[in-house]
């Protein structure tokens, strides 16, 4: 069975910066493409960024310029980097492969 397993997540100021992790398992890691979506409470699931196995990028507009989506094959894992971060990036982030599997979640809190 795939397996994802993220981490990283945790509490963090406004302006602060955290780095999500995403190590996947059981799976040919290299020819997918990978995503991180979030979820706030009351809010429906969104996607943040995505990274095709051309290492081609895509990022929502509310996070451009902010985070950074990269991946390391050679490590089955994909990261977000998360800079100047504000209170409404606060969710469970969560990690996907080729729009087909999904990690279980860590949750990210920026607040004062």
């Known amino acids: 069975q795939v397996q994802l397993v993220e981490s990283g997540g945790g509490l963090v100021q406004p302006g602060g910066s955290l780095r999500l992790s995403c190590v996947a398992s059981?799976?040919?890691?290299?020819?997918?493409?990978l995503g991180w979506y979030r979820q706030a409470p009351g809010k429906q699931r969104e996607l943040v960024a995505s990274?095709?196995?051309?290492?081609?990028?895509n990022y929502a507009d509310f996070v451009k310029g902010r985070f950074t989506i990269s991946r390391d094959n050679a490590k089955n894992t994909v990261y977000l980097q998360m800079n100047s971060l504000k209170p409404e990036d606060t969710a469970v982030y969560y990690c996907?492969?080729?729009?087909?599997?999904w990690g279980r979640g860590t949750q990210v809190t920026v607040s004062s």
């Open positions: 996907n492969i080729n729009s087909s599997y």
């Open positions: 990274i095709s196995s051309r290492d081609i990028t």
């Open positions: 059981r799976i040919i890691f290299r020819i997918y493409t």
